[in-house]
Protein backbone atom coordinates (compact mmCIF):
# COMPACT_ATOMS: atom_id res chain seq x y z
CA UNK A 1 0.00 0.00 0.00
CA UNK A 2 1.46 3.45 -1.07
CA UNK A 3 0.95 6.61 1.66
CA UNK A 4 1.39 9.68 -0.78
CA UNK A 5 -0.84 10.21 -3.35
CA UNK A 6 -1.32 12.83 -6.16
CA UNK A 7 -3.85 13.86 -8.77
CA UNK A 8 -3.14 16.60 -11.67
CA UNK A 9 0.63 16.38 -9.93
CA UNK A 10 -0.68 18.05 -6.68
CA UNK A 11 0.00 16.03 -3.31
CA UNK A 12 -2.96 16.09 -0.87
CA UNK A 13 -1.59 16.12 2.23
CA UNK A 14 -5.28 15.87 3.68
CA UNK A 15 -5.38 12.45 2.77
CA UNK A 16 -2.42 10.92 4.41
CA UNK A 17 -2.58 13.68 7.41
CA UNK A 18 -5.60 15.36 8.64
CA UNK A 19 -3.94 17.39 11.35
CA UNK A 20 -1.55 19.26 9.35
CA UNK A 21 -2.99 22.57 9.36
CA UNK A 22 0.09 24.87 8.41
CA UNK A 23 2.50 23.90 5.39
CA UNK A 24 3.84 25.34 2.45
CA UNK A 25 3.56 25.36 -1.22
CA UNK A 26 4.56 26.68 -4.99
CA UNK A 27 1.56 28.70 -6.57
CA UNK A 28 0.38 26.73 -9.98
CA UNK A 29 -1.97 29.36 -10.86
CA UNK A 30 -3.81 32.11 -9.71
CA UNK A 31 -6.59 33.49 -11.77
CA UNK A 32 -10.26 35.02 -10.86
CA UNK A 33 -13.60 33.22 -11.50
CA UNK A 34 -16.66 35.50 -13.19
CA UNK A 35 -17.48 37.03 -9.57
CA UNK A 36 -14.00 38.45 -9.94
CA UNK A 37 -12.92 35.96 -6.70
CA UNK A 38 -8.95 34.83 -6.86
CA UNK A 39 -8.91 31.06 -7.40
CA UNK A 40 -5.25 29.67 -6.77
CA UNK A 41 -3.87 26.45 -7.18
CA UNK A 42 -0.65 25.09 -5.35
CA UNK A 43 1.43 22.22 -6.26
CA UNK A 44 0.50 21.01 -2.67
CA UNK A 45 -2.22 21.65 0.23
CA UNK A 46 -3.58 20.64 3.13
CA UNK A 47 -7.20 22.14 2.15
CA UNK A 48 -9.72 19.45 1.86
CA UNK A 49 -11.93 20.06 -1.85
CA UNK A 50 -15.74 19.73 -1.06
CA UNK A 51 -16.14 16.21 -1.41
CA UNK A 52 -17.95 12.61 -0.12
CA UNK A 53 -20.52 15.20 1.77
CA UNK A 54 -17.94 17.09 3.70
CA UNK A 55 -17.89 20.66 3.12
CA UNK A 56 -14.41 22.39 1.87
CA UNK A 57 -11.97 23.69 3.94
CA UNK A 58 -11.42 27.31 4.75
CA UNK A 59 -7.97 29.09 6.14
CA UNK A 60 -5.58 31.51 4.65
CA UNK A 61 -2.93 31.61 2.19
CA UNK A 62 0.03 33.91 2.83
CA UNK A 63 -3.18 35.97 5.38
CA UNK A 64 -5.52 36.04 2.40
CA UNK A 65 -8.47 34.41 3.76
CA UNK A 66 -9.30 31.32 1.81
CA UNK A 67 -13.35 31.01 2.10
CA UNK A 68 -13.83 27.71 0.42
CA UNK A 69 -12.19 25.00 -1.57
CA UNK A 70 -13.18 23.05 -4.35
CA UNK A 71 -12.04 20.34 -6.36
CA UNK A 72 -12.51 20.53 -10.76
CA UNK A 73 -10.82 18.82 -13.59
CA UNK A 74 -8.41 21.05 -13.51
CA UNK A 75 -7.12 20.84 -10.55
CA UNK A 76 -7.61 21.76 -6.52
CA UNK A 77 -9.07 25.36 -6.65
CA UNK A 78 -8.67 27.28 -3.52
CA UNK A 79 -11.04 30.30 -3.40
CA UNK A 80 -10.13 33.54 -1.84
CA UNK A 81 -12.85 35.47 0.29
CA UNK A 82 -13.36 38.92 -1.79
CA UNK A 83 -10.43 41.08 -1.69
CA UNK A 84 -10.67 45.03 -1.24
CA UNK A 85 -9.87 46.82 -4.54
CA UNK A 86 -6.85 48.61 -3.05
CA UNK A 87 -5.43 45.23 -2.12
CA UNK A 88 -6.07 43.21 -5.60
CA UNK A 89 -2.35 44.24 -6.78
CA UNK A 90 -0.98 42.94 -3.74
CA UNK A 91 -2.83 39.75 -4.46
CA UNK A 92 -1.60 39.39 -7.49
CA UNK A 93 1.87 40.04 -6.18
CA UNK A 94 1.90 37.39 -3.24
CA UNK A 95 -0.09 34.50 -4.97
CA UNK A 96 1.94 34.52 -8.83
CA UNK A 97 2.38 31.48 -9.73
CA UNK A 98 5.85 30.21 -8.98
CA UNK A 99 5.88 32.23 -5.42
CA UNK A 100 6.50 30.16 -2.62
CA UNK A 101 3.68 30.67 0.36
CA UNK A 102 2.72 29.78 3.57
CA UNK A 103 -0.84 28.53 4.06
CA UNK A 104 -2.97 27.75 7.26
CA UNK A 105 -6.38 25.37 7.55
CA UNK A 106 -8.72 26.83 9.61
CA UNK A 107 -8.47 23.43 12.09
CA UNK A 108 -11.37 24.37 14.04
CA UNK A 109 -13.73 24.25 11.29
CA UNK A 110 -12.10 21.28 10.16
CA UNK A 111 -11.87 19.14 13.16
CA UNK A 112 -15.55 19.84 14.06
CA UNK A 113 -16.62 18.64 10.57
CA UNK A 114 -14.33 15.05 11.18
CA UNK A 115 -16.21 14.68 14.57
CA UNK A 116 -18.95 14.62 12.67
CA UNK A 117 -18.00 12.85 9.64
CA UNK A 118 -16.39 9.83 11.69
CA UNK A 119 -19.65 9.99 13.76
CA UNK A 120 -21.79 9.22 10.62
CA UNK A 121 -19.25 6.56 9.54
CA UNK A 122 -19.58 4.48 12.59
CA UNK A 123 -23.38 5.12 12.46
CA UNK A 124 -24.33 3.85 9.01
CA UNK A 125 -21.52 1.09 10.23
CA UNK A 126 -23.07 -0.16 13.11
CA UNK A 127 -26.28 0.12 11.19
CA UNK A 128 -25.14 -1.97 8.05
CA UNK A 129 -23.46 -4.73 10.34
CA UNK A 130 -26.83 -4.97 12.67
CA UNK A 131 -29.40 -4.61 9.78
CA UNK A 132 -27.25 -4.60 6.08
CA UNK A 133 -28.52 -1.09 5.18
CA UNK A 134 -26.61 0.93 3.57
CA UNK A 135 -25.92 4.98 3.32
CA UNK A 136 -28.01 6.53 -0.18
CA UNK A 137 -27.44 9.78 0.78
CA UNK A 138 -25.21 11.76 3.12
CA UNK A 139 -24.60 15.58 3.91
CA UNK A 140 -22.73 17.25 6.27
CA UNK A 141 -23.80 21.06 6.86
CA UNK A 142 -24.25 22.20 10.43
CA UNK A 143 -25.64 18.81 11.21
CA UNK A 144 -25.08 15.46 9.39
CA UNK A 145 -28.05 13.84 7.81
CA UNK A 146 -27.80 10.79 5.63
CA UNK A 147 -30.16 8.39 4.56
CA UNK A 148 -30.38 4.46 5.26
CA UNK A 149 -31.91 2.05 2.88
CA UNK A 150 -34.19 0.58 5.35
CA UNK A 151 -36.81 1.31 7.95
CA UNK A 152 -36.02 2.00 11.32
CA UNK A 153 -37.89 2.63 14.56
CA UNK A 154 -36.95 4.76 17.74
CA UNK A 155 -35.87 1.79 19.52
CA UNK A 156 -33.45 0.17 17.31
CA UNK A 157 -32.14 4.22 16.47
CA UNK A 158 -31.53 4.20 20.41
CA UNK A 159 -29.99 1.00 19.95
CA UNK A 160 -27.26 2.01 17.10
CA UNK A 161 -26.85 5.30 18.99
CA UNK A 162 -25.96 3.68 22.33
CA UNK A 163 -23.48 1.14 20.29
CA UNK A 164 -21.91 4.56 18.92
CA UNK A 165 -21.05 6.23 21.91
CA UNK A 166 -19.69 2.30 23.50
CA UNK A 167 -17.52 2.74 20.11
CA UNK A 168 -16.48 6.29 21.10
CA UNK A 169 -15.55 5.24 24.26
CA UNK A 170 -13.24 2.10 23.51
CA UNK A 171 -11.57 5.00 21.54
CA UNK A 172 -11.35 2.36 18.29
CA UNK A 173 -8.31 3.24 16.34
CA UNK A 174 -9.18 5.04 13.05
CA UNK A 175 -6.93 4.49 10.14
CA UNK A 176 -6.46 5.40 6.00
CA UNK A 177 -5.99 2.64 3.93
CA UNK A 178 -5.23 2.28 -0.09
CA UNK A 179 -5.68 -1.02 -1.14
CA UNK A 180 -4.10 -2.42 -4.37
CA UNK A 181 -6.57 -3.70 -6.89
CA UNK A 182 -5.19 -6.85 -5.81
CA UNK A 183 -5.53 -6.22 -1.94
CA UNK A 184 -8.79 -5.04 -2.44
CA UNK A 185 -10.52 -8.05 -4.19
CA UNK A 186 -10.21 -9.56 -0.76
CA UNK A 187 -11.96 -6.28 1.26
CA UNK A 188 -15.27 -6.31 2.60
CA UNK A 189 -15.81 -2.25 2.69
CA UNK A 190 -19.01 0.08 2.70
CA UNK A 191 -19.36 2.47 -1.15
CA UNK A 192 -21.94 3.92 -3.03
CA UNK A 193 -19.50 2.97 -5.79
CA UNK A 194 -18.07 0.13 -8.04
CA UNK A 195 -14.48 0.99 -6.61
CA UNK A 196 -11.30 -1.18 -8.77
CA UNK A 197 -8.78 1.45 -8.04
CA UNK A 198 -6.99 4.54 -6.57
CA UNK A 199 -9.45 3.64 -3.59
CA UNK A 200 -8.82 5.31 0.12
CA UNK A 201 -10.60 3.60 2.69
CA UNK A 202 -11.49 4.75 6.17
CA UNK A 203 -11.30 1.91 8.84
CA UNK A 204 -12.86 2.31 11.90
CA UNK A 205 -11.18 -0.86 14.37
CA UNK A 206 -13.95 -3.08 14.71
CA UNK A 207 -16.32 -1.69 13.34
CA UNK A 208 -16.28 -0.23 9.91
CA UNK A 209 -14.64 0.13 6.88
CA UNK A 210 -16.20 2.41 4.34
CA UNK A 211 -14.46 3.85 1.28
CA UNK A 212 -13.70 7.85 1.83
CA UNK A 213 -12.13 10.89 0.54
CA UNK A 214 -12.17 13.05 3.43
CA UNK A 215 -9.64 13.86 6.32
CA UNK A 216 -10.33 11.17 9.58
CA UNK A 217 -9.71 11.34 13.42
CA UNK A 218 -7.16 9.29 14.89
CA UNK A 219 -9.51 7.41 16.59
CA UNK A 220 -13.35 6.93 18.03
CA UNK A 221 -12.81 8.97 21.20
CA UNK A 222 -11.81 12.36 19.70
CA UNK A 223 -15.61 12.12 17.98
CA UNK A 224 -16.74 12.49 22.11
CA UNK A 225 -20.40 11.62 22.22
CA UNK A 226 -22.98 11.43 18.96
CA UNK A 227 -26.68 12.00 19.30
CA UNK A 228 -29.75 11.54 16.98
CA UNK A 229 -31.51 14.72 17.08
CA UNK A 230 -34.12 13.63 14.41
CA UNK A 231 -35.32 11.24 12.05
CA UNK A 232 -37.89 10.47 9.86
CA UNK A 233 -39.28 7.62 7.26
CA UNK A 234 -37.75 8.50 3.90
CA UNK A 235 -38.39 6.80 0.29
CA UNK A 236 -38.64 3.63 2.24
CA UNK A 237 -35.47 4.10 4.12
CA UNK A 238 -35.00 6.16 7.08
CA UNK A 239 -33.49 9.39 7.22
CA UNK A 240 -31.30 10.02 10.44
CA UNK A 241 -29.80 13.66 11.49
CA UNK A 242 -27.11 13.18 14.39
CA UNK A 243 -24.19 15.86 16.17
CA UNK A 244 -21.19 14.84 16.96
CA UNK A 245 -18.43 16.52 19.10
CA UNK A 246 -18.53 20.26 19.75
CA UNK A 247 -21.87 20.50 17.49
CA UNK A 248 -23.73 18.63 19.96
CA UNK A 249 -22.07 20.39 23.00
CA UNK A 250 -22.88 23.11 21.26
CA UNK A 251 -26.43 21.69 21.02
CA UNK A 252 -26.36 20.80 24.90
CA UNK A 253 -25.71 24.36 25.86
CA UNK A 254 -28.23 25.76 24.25
CA UNK A 255 -31.14 22.77 25.05
CA UNK A 256 -29.49 23.53 28.67
CA UNK A 257 -30.13 27.01 29.01
CA UNK A 258 -33.68 26.74 27.26
CA UNK A 259 -34.11 23.91 30.57
CA UNK A 260 -32.84 26.29 33.01
CA UNK A 261 -35.49 28.89 31.60
CA UNK A 262 -38.48 25.90 31.71
CA UNK A 263 -36.76 25.24 35.04
CA UNK A 264 -37.63 28.37 36.66
CA UNK A 265 -40.83 28.70 34.73
CA UNK A 266 -42.44 26.12 36.16
CA UNK A 267 -40.42 25.77 39.23
CA UNK A 268 -39.79 22.67 38.74
CA UNK A 269 -36.38 20.47 38.80
CA UNK A 270 -34.55 19.23 36.31
CA UNK A 271 -35.99 15.72 35.56
CA UNK A 272 -39.61 16.67 36.17
CA UNK A 273 -39.69 19.76 33.82
CA UNK A 274 -42.22 18.08 31.07
CA UNK A 275 -44.56 16.76 33.51
CA UNK A 276 -44.84 20.63 35.10
CA UNK A 277 -44.81 21.91 31.39
CA UNK A 278 -48.12 19.05 30.33
CA UNK A 279 -49.59 20.11 33.90
CA UNK A 280 -49.59 23.63 33.05
CA UNK A 281 -50.79 22.83 29.03
CA UNK A 282 -53.95 20.99 30.57
CA UNK A 283 -54.77 23.79 32.88
CA UNK A 284 -54.34 26.52 30.49
CA UNK A 285 -56.92 23.95 28.18
CA UNK A 286 -59.06 23.85 31.72
CA UNK A 287 -59.35 27.76 31.63
CA UNK A 288 -59.93 28.20 28.33
CA UNK A 289 -63.44 26.04 28.64
CA UNK A 290 -63.98 28.29 31.56
CA UNK A 291 -63.27 31.43 29.77
CA UNK A 292 -65.38 30.06 26.56
CA UNK A 293 -68.45 29.11 28.76
CA UNK A 294 -68.28 32.75 30.38
CA UNK A 295 -67.86 33.98 27.16
CA UNK A 296 -71.03 32.18 25.79
CA UNK A 297 -73.20 32.95 29.19
CA UNK A 298 -72.74 36.90 28.50
CA UNK A 299 -73.16 36.49 25.50
CA UNK A 300 -76.71 34.63 26.10
CA UNK A 301 -77.36 37.21 28.57
CA UNK A 302 -76.76 39.92 26.31
CA UNK A 303 -79.09 38.47 23.89
CA UNK A 304 -81.98 38.71 26.39
CA UNK A 305 -80.90 42.00 27.27
CA UNK A 306 -81.18 43.18 23.89
CA UNK A 307 -84.33 41.45 22.76
CA UNK A 308 -86.14 42.95 25.92
CA UNK A 309 -85.04 46.57 24.64
CA UNK A 310 -86.38 45.35 21.35
CA UNK A 311 -89.85 43.96 22.63
CA UNK A 312 -89.71 47.96 24.92
CA UNK A 313 -88.92 49.58 21.40
CA UNK A 314 -91.64 48.18 19.49
CA UNK A 315 -94.41 49.18 21.50
CA UNK A 316 -93.11 52.95 20.65
CA UNK A 317 -94.23 54.35 17.12
CA UNK A 318 -91.71 53.25 14.41
CA UNK A 319 -89.85 56.30 13.07
CA UNK A 320 -88.12 56.57 9.70
CA UNK A 321 -85.33 54.12 10.98
CA UNK A 322 -86.20 51.62 13.90
CA UNK A 323 -82.83 51.33 15.46
CA UNK A 324 -81.44 50.32 19.19
CA UNK A 325 -78.20 49.95 21.05
CA UNK A 326 -76.72 47.86 23.96
CA UNK A 327 -73.77 47.97 25.72
CA UNK A 328 -71.24 44.97 26.11
CA UNK A 329 -68.68 46.72 27.62
CA UNK A 330 -65.90 43.94 28.41
CA UNK A 331 -67.19 42.11 25.28
CA UNK A 332 -64.88 41.11 22.85
CA UNK A 333 -65.92 41.90 18.71
CA UNK A 334 -67.07 37.84 18.68
CA UNK A 335 -69.49 38.10 21.46
CA UNK A 336 -70.96 41.12 20.21
CA UNK A 337 -71.51 40.19 16.95
CA UNK A 338 -73.31 37.30 18.02
CA UNK A 339 -75.88 39.21 19.82
CA UNK A 340 -76.53 40.99 17.44
CA UNK A 341 -76.62 37.88 14.65
CA UNK A 342 -78.90 36.32 16.94
CA UNK A 343 -81.30 39.49 17.94
CA UNK A 344 -81.67 40.75 14.11
CA UNK A 345 -83.49 37.64 13.57
CA UNK A 346 -86.78 38.92 14.86
CA UNK A 347 -86.22 42.51 14.11
CA UNK A 348 -86.97 44.65 11.03
CA UNK A 349 -84.42 47.43 12.49
CA UNK A 350 -81.00 48.27 12.73
CA UNK A 351 -79.09 46.66 15.90
CA UNK A 352 -75.82 48.67 17.52
CA UNK A 353 -73.68 47.18 20.24
CA UNK A 354 -71.23 48.86 21.71
CA UNK A 355 -67.96 47.88 23.34
CA UNK A 356 -65.47 49.87 25.47
CA UNK A 357 -65.54 52.79 27.72
CA UNK A 358 -66.07 56.54 28.05
CA UNK A 359 -62.38 57.01 28.50
CA UNK A 360 -61.36 55.56 25.61
CA UNK A 361 -64.13 55.37 23.59
CA UNK A 362 -66.36 53.07 22.29
CA UNK A 363 -66.22 50.63 18.80
CA UNK A 364 -69.27 49.38 17.82
CA UNK A 365 -70.75 47.42 15.46
CA UNK A 366 -74.07 47.74 13.42
CA UNK A 367 -76.45 44.98 11.91
CA UNK A 368 -79.17 43.97 10.76
CA UNK A 369 -81.49 41.27 8.62
CA UNK A 370 -81.92 42.25 5.13
CA UNK A 371 -80.49 45.65 3.37
CA UNK A 372 -83.44 47.73 3.10
CA UNK A 373 -83.31 50.81 0.32
CA UNK A 374 -85.70 52.98 2.28
CA UNK A 375 -82.57 53.59 4.86
CA UNK A 376 -79.07 52.92 4.09
CA UNK A 377 -76.50 51.84 7.23
CA UNK A 378 -73.66 53.66 5.47
CA UNK A 379 -76.13 56.71 6.19
CA UNK A 380 -75.98 55.64 9.87
CA UNK A 381 -72.15 55.32 9.74
CA UNK A 382 -72.23 59.28 8.33
CA UNK A 383 -74.62 60.10 10.98
CA UNK A 384 -72.90 58.22 13.83
CA UNK A 385 -69.50 59.81 12.40
CA UNK A 386 -71.11 63.65 12.45
CA UNK A 387 -73.31 63.29 15.80
CA UNK A 388 -70.63 60.89 17.97
CA UNK A 389 -67.38 61.43 16.50
CA UNK A 390 -64.68 58.34 15.35
CA UNK A 391 -65.02 56.84 12.60
CA UNK A 392 -66.94 53.69 10.48
CA UNK A 393 -67.94 51.76 7.35
CA UNK A 394 -68.99 48.49 6.34
CA UNK A 395 -72.00 47.08 4.15
CA UNK A 396 -75.67 47.33 3.86
CA UNK A 397 -76.20 44.88 6.59
CA UNK A 398 -73.23 45.45 8.86
CA UNK A 399 -71.30 48.84 9.76
CA UNK A 400 -68.49 48.76 12.39
CA UNK A 401 -66.68 51.31 13.77
CA UNK A 402 -65.43 53.67 16.97
CA UNK A 403 -66.83 56.55 18.25
CA UNK A 404 -65.32 59.47 20.55
CA UNK A 405 -68.89 60.05 22.40
CA UNK A 406 -69.52 58.78 26.32
CA UNK A 407 -72.64 56.53 26.84
CA UNK A 408 -75.11 59.28 27.55
CA UNK A 409 -74.76 60.69 24.26
CA UNK A 410 -74.66 57.48 22.19
CA UNK A 411 -77.90 56.33 24.02
CA UNK A 412 -79.40 59.65 23.37
CA UNK A 413 -78.56 59.37 19.74
CA UNK A 414 -80.29 56.02 19.60
CA UNK A 415 -83.08 57.01 21.17
CA UNK A 416 -83.98 60.32 18.78
CA UNK A 417 -85.10 59.35 15.07
ZN1 LIG B 1 -16.78 9.46 4.51
Known amino acids: MKNERSENNIERIYETDAYRTSFRATVT ?81 RFRRMQNHIAEHLFCGIANAKYGYDNVGFHLTDVVTFDLSGPLDAEQIAEIETACNEAVWKNAPISVL ?91 GREHTALFASEYANKTNLMHEEILNLKKQITSAGVSEVKSIIREKSREPAGEMPKVCFFMKDADEVMVRNVINECVKEYEGVICGFRGNDREGYRYVCGRKTADEAYSLKDLANKMKENLGGRGGGSEVMIQGSVDAKEDKIRRFFDED
Open 29 to 109: DLRRDKSGKFLVQLDRTAFFPEGGGQGGDRGSIEGFAVEDTQKTEEGILHILAPVAVHLEEKVKEVLAPGREVGAEVDFAL
Open 178 to 268: FPTSEELKDLEFRSKLELSEGVRLVKIEGYDLCACCAPALHSTGEIGVIKVIDFMPHRGGTRITLLAGRSAWEDYLLIDSQMRDLMKLFSA
